[in-house]
């Protein structure tokens, strides 16, 4: 009895560990109550983590990364709820912007660890 109560603590805890680690997500909002801001504006996360950019409203908007044209969302958002995801997989820190908007302070930062 003891030998099967082992093995089936042995089949759970390697499913456990085997289990595909689900990357955080985490929601950055644009143009949330009519500010053109990303909210929040400065986010940190863990390498492989996806940051999901919401079209709000004030359109469009778009996500651009300073350097890192793989990880620019150059198309332009207009309807709310369109959204894009991006994934930093390496750490570091990301500073990025609104096309249309950079003037107007549409600007953030992603600190990657
Ligand atoms: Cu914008």
Known sequence: MNFIRAIIIATV???????????YALDVSMGANGNLAFEPNEITISAG??????????????????????????????APGESQD???????????????????GMTGVVHVN
């Open 13 to 23: 805890a390697a499913m456990v560990f085997l289990l595909p680690k689900t990357a």
């Open 49 to 78: 983590d996806t940051v999901h950019f919401i079209n709000e409203s004030l359109p469009p908007h778009n996500i651009i990364v300073e350097g890192r044209a793989d990880l620019s969302r150059e198309a332009l958002l207009f």
């Open 86 to 104: 991006v994934v930093f997989a390496d750490a570091g820190d990301y500073n990025f912007f609104c096309g249309p908007h950079q003037g107007a």
